[in-house]
């Protein structure tokens, strides 16, 4: 959406699918079709979908106020988790719980085996992104030891970044971004949040008052997605832009940027949207999925594009690979672009 703003919360419920895809390393592109459908798939479009770190277990949230876990391997849906109002992200917190935001400004967390619920805290406007660190040290000025524990992350379009400890479900503190959180990336205890304005913002989560680094996208249009290894930056107008932290001379001369999901008839141009970026955990290739219902995979190192699924129904909306990289889910789904 070219605009910026919040898409209507109605869309019209036209094709929304979800389906995962196994990933053979030595797969041909010939071999590459649409995969097989996941039963009972949401009933609108699709936010997110995500992998277990621990299994094949597959989290999904969409735009019917409802949150899903699946077992992928074995085509089953295994619980689903119901809000007030759409679920505009999710992320695992374990195995079987996951926190969610939802664009009735609040942060939740769900608890599929015991059906327990509870709610971290709220935003002042619909809350667009989360994340979950497994790892994120808290420590003590009158104490050489660190306590590890977890750490929620969370972006709106009230124009902040928040922190949560998700063990009393109190926040932990609360930076100001220039503009609306439209989509955050996680590794580690790095944090990049993408605004609009084309607005970037580097964090270490073990030194959340001072970003690392603030930066504008070197891509021209709204940022869509970012996903991170270095980390890479998708937008409205068809293209990647891969970037480097390394803020040396040398270190950005190694950034690029390259067209893509787009479709050329009669010496036409036609730009779809670049919704969804993953990378595979082992092989350091990337897919990207757009509205023009195409998923690719990359290969960033190389900078060229090793093979094209088929097309699917309808828009990519998201995108992700289990942990050991076989398998690779994909949303085909409404993304309000009409």
């Given at each position: 959406m ?19 895809l ?7 592109p ?38 899903r ?7 089953v ?8 109002a ?34 971290l805290?709220t ?33 709106s ?6 922190c ?12 100001p ?32 008052q ?6 504008e996208?070197s891509?021209k ?5 970012c ?15 891969m ?10 001369a ?5 067209k893509?999901?787009?479709k ?18 082992i092989?350091g290739?990337?897919a ?51």
């Open positions: 070219m605009g910026g703003g919040a898409p209507p919360l109605f869309p019209p419920p036209s094709q929304q699918h979800q389906h995962y196994d990933m053979d390393a030595n797969a041909q010939a071999q590459l079709v649409l995969g097989r459908e996941l039963a009972s798939p949401p009933a609108d479009g699709i936010s997110n979908l995500r992998f277990s770190n621990y299994s094949d277990h597959l989290l999904v949230s969409s735009w019917d106020a409802k949150v876990l699946y077992d992928a391997s074995a085509n849906l295994m619980g689903q988790f119901s809000h007030r759409p679920v505009l992200d999710c992320c695992f917190h374990d195995d079987s719980s996951c926190f969610t935001a939802s664009a009735d400004h609040s942060v939740c967390r769900y608890d599929f085996n015991t059906g327990g619920e509870d709610t805290g935003h002042d406007a619909p809350v667009r992104c989360v994340e979950y660190s497994h790892a994120t040290a808290y420590g003590s000025r009158f104490l050489v030891i660190e306590e590890v524990v977890g750490h929620v992350v969370t972006g379009w009230d124009k902040t970044v928040r949560w400890d998700p063990r009393g479900g109190t926040g932990v503190g609360t930076y971004q220039p503009e609306r959180v439209y989509s955050m990336s996680l590794v580690g205890h790095r944090l990049v949040v993408a605004t609009a304005g084309r607005h970037i913002t580097v964090y270490d989560l073990r030194l959340m001072r970003p690392e680094q603030t930066r996208s891509l249009y709204q940022t869509r997605c996903g991170l290894v270095g980390y890479a930056l998708s937008s409205v107008e068809g293209r990647i832009a970037e480097f932290f390394d803020m040396s001379e040398a270190g950005q190694k950034k690029y940027a390259f893509c999901h787009r050329s008839e009669a010496g036409r141009d036609t730009v779809y949207p670049v919704n969804a970026i993953a990378f595979h955990p092989y290739t990337f990207t999925g757009g509205c023009d219902g195409y998923v690719n995979i990359w290969d960033g190192n190389n900078k060229k594009r090793l093979y094209q699924y088929s097309r699917y129904p309808s828009s990519v909306a998201s995108l992700s690979f289990s942990r050991d990289g076989r398998l690779l889910a994909i949303a085909s789904s409404y993304t309000f672009e009409a």
